[in-house]
């Protein structure tokens, strides 16, 4: 890839929220390039679910059936990389990958999310994206009305049960430790027979495909479920690059934007789960176009005033 060529807009990261905005800007006649390492974070899932017109497709699927659609545009180009650095020369960022290309633009999308860290608790990497999810509204409806673990604490444990209390009623909470709920909440689960144990978590049992089987708590205790929810799956950001050009991140460890993902360096965009958390791969998508839109339009206004000087 020529290194003196200039590039309307790179996108680092080739999920929902890139490839959304690698659609967008294609079909704008914007010069892309998408640069992605293919490490999605829902790649241990086994399904995708709440996308219309995508409910319930294989993840490798669901990204065939984008990169397919991408081919149609000549204009934008997909690179299987890592990028390892990112610097902004006067209004043009370069970007360096892994493999060796120097991409110049106008424009750069950091698309890039968030990585798991999961608890050190034996046997969830094993059942997590099989049994044990962290979205009700990505996973719920195949776990309803099942016998279901959930493993929460801190302030925001209550609302979380709350949630997951819509797709089952068949509920206990597993703590790792002590919590410290109100009495008010504390009796609000008691009257639904939603069952608290604080004991430390000594390891879980799976089955044969990473399906839940028991969770075995101190003294040995064995609680059978049969699949959960995971409310804090320890979330860091992926990449770390906007950092280096000024973008903070918030108190959630998320960058700090505004609307349609602008950061506070000029001409570069944060969006997906990099901004807001999480997102769902429909929410993610939503701000792959909104920020298409607006990268498009700012083009079009600078390249508009330069024709009039």
Known sequence: MAS????DVVIVGGGPAGLTAALVLGRARRKVALIDEGQPRNQVAKQSHG???RDGMTQSAFYKVNHTQLEAYKNVSCIRSHVDHVQRDQYIFVTLTRSNEKIRSRKIIFASGLKD???PIPGLQEAYGKSIFPC???DGWELQEKPLAIFANGKHMYGYIQQIYQWSKDLIVFTNGPTCMTDIEWAALE???IKVIEKP?????????GKLASV???GDQSVPRTAGFIQDTGAIQACLLPTQLGVHLNEKGCYETNRHGQTTCKGLYIIGDAQAYFSGLLGAAADGYEAGVQINRELVLEEWDRCSN
Do not use: M
């Open 4 to 7: 003196d060529s200039l590039w």
């Open 51 to 53: 996308f219309l017109s």
């Open 117 to 119: 860290q999961l608890p």
């Open 136 to 138: 009700p509204y990505c």
């Open 191 to 193: 009257k639904r027979r």
């Open 201 to 209: 978590i000594k390891q879980l049992r799976i089955k044969i495909g």
């Open 216 to 218: 075995i708590v101190e």
